[in-house]
């Protein structure tokens, strides 16, 4: 396995893209179509895979994501962001009360590599997709680490979210790792928009 790509983007482009998170869901809670910049920077063009979660509480409440993208980032993340808002079928839709009360986290993906000797998986530096005929799960790489979780228990749980048994990454599956560049309100202590 070659080593995925360390992703970077200026402090100023993740602050815009929590920006456009923030604005889009709101937008959409109030019936309204999500203001995207026009034009957009350069360096919000590229389509890359991206997963936005949504926080209350430090309680994860929404993330919906794409690992392959189809369109550029920013647009992209204004549709990740209202989809894990109101989309994500383990939680009841956000409503406009409860969005001063949210923080977005954003986590921009590299392209999946295969993994061929799971000891080169690191903890907290590596996502994990893994496939089993229909089945796919996927794990963040914060997921592991804010969990405390081992390799062992980090493929485990990638197994049990694609629907599998939990060993089953020893048989027959495909494994792929990914990077993921993480940023957040909370880091960056953005205060919501009212």
């Not at 592991?144 to 493929?155: D, I, K, P, Q, T």
């Not at 048994?165 to 919501?192: G, M, N, P």
Request: aromatic content about 6%.
């Amino acid at each position: 396995m070659s080593q995925p790509v360390t992703l970077q983007l200026a402090e100023a482009d993740q602050q815009l893209l929590l920006q456009i998170a923030r604005n889009a869901v709101q937008a959409y809670l109030n019936g309204q179509r999500p203001p995207l910049p026009d034009p957009p920077p350069e360096t919000l063009m590229g389509s890359l895979g991206i997963f936005v979660s949504v926080h209350k509480g430090g309680q994860l409440r929404g993330c919906i994501g794409s690992i392959l993208a189809t369109n550029p980032l920013y647009r992209s993340t204004a549709e990740c962001a209202i989809a894990a808002a109101v989309g994500d079928p383990r939680f009841m839709p956000l409503t406009q009360k409860e969005l001063a009360d949210v923080d977005f986290e954003i986590s921009v993906l590299s392209s999946p590599e295969y993994v061929q000797d799971v000891n080169h998986i690191e903890v907290g530096k590596h996502g994990l997709l893994i496939s089993k005929n229909s089945a796919r799960g996927l794990l963040l790489p914060q997921v592991a680490s804010e969990r405390g979780w081992s390799r062992e228990r980090f493929l485990e749980e990638t197994c049990k979210k694609a629907g599998l048994r939990s060993d089953d990454w020893k048989e027959d599956a495909t494994i792929q790792c990914f990077t993921a560049l993480v940023f957040s309100e909370k880091q960056s202590h953005l205060t919501a928009t009212q």
